[in-house]
């Protein structure tokens, strides 16, 4: 299953390997198509592929970290 999300990180996560932790934790693909990082916020739009129960799990783990998770328009679903 794939899904395209927004992610926008807050300031203190910037930084951090918010992500790539996800990604291994939850054997989560995560394919970048846009970013714009700044000195106060980050924002990706990306395509996460895995098994469904993996994607839910790793979105809330996002949103458990303080990361806003937004479903983009044309979702992939497969």
Same mark, same amino acid.
């Given at each position: 299953m794939k899904l395209r999300v927004k992610l926008t990180?807050?300031?203190h996560?910037?930084?951090e390997p918010v992500l790539f932790?996800?990604?291994k934790k939850y054997d989560v693909?995560? #394919?970048i198509r846009r970013a714009r990082v700044t000195e106060t916020v980050g924002e990706m739009i990306l395509? &996460?592929?895995g098994e469904e129960? #993996?994607?839910e799990d790793?979105?809330?783990s996002l949103k458990d970290q303080g990361v806003e998770v937004e &479903?983009?328009?044309g979702d992939i679903i497969e």
């Amino acid at each position: 299953m794939k899904l395209r999300v927004k992610l926008t990180f807050p300031q203190h996560l910037i930084k951090e390997p918010v992500l790539f932790t996800m990604a291994k934790k939850y054997d989560v693909m995560p #394919n970048i198509r846009r970013a714009r990082v700044t000195e106060t916020v980050g924002e990706m739009i990306l395509e &996460l592929e895995g098994e469904e129960k #993996n994607l839910e799990d790793g979105i809330q783990s996002l949103k458990d970290q303080g990361v806003e998770v937004e &479903l983009v328009e044309g979702d992939i679903i497969e």
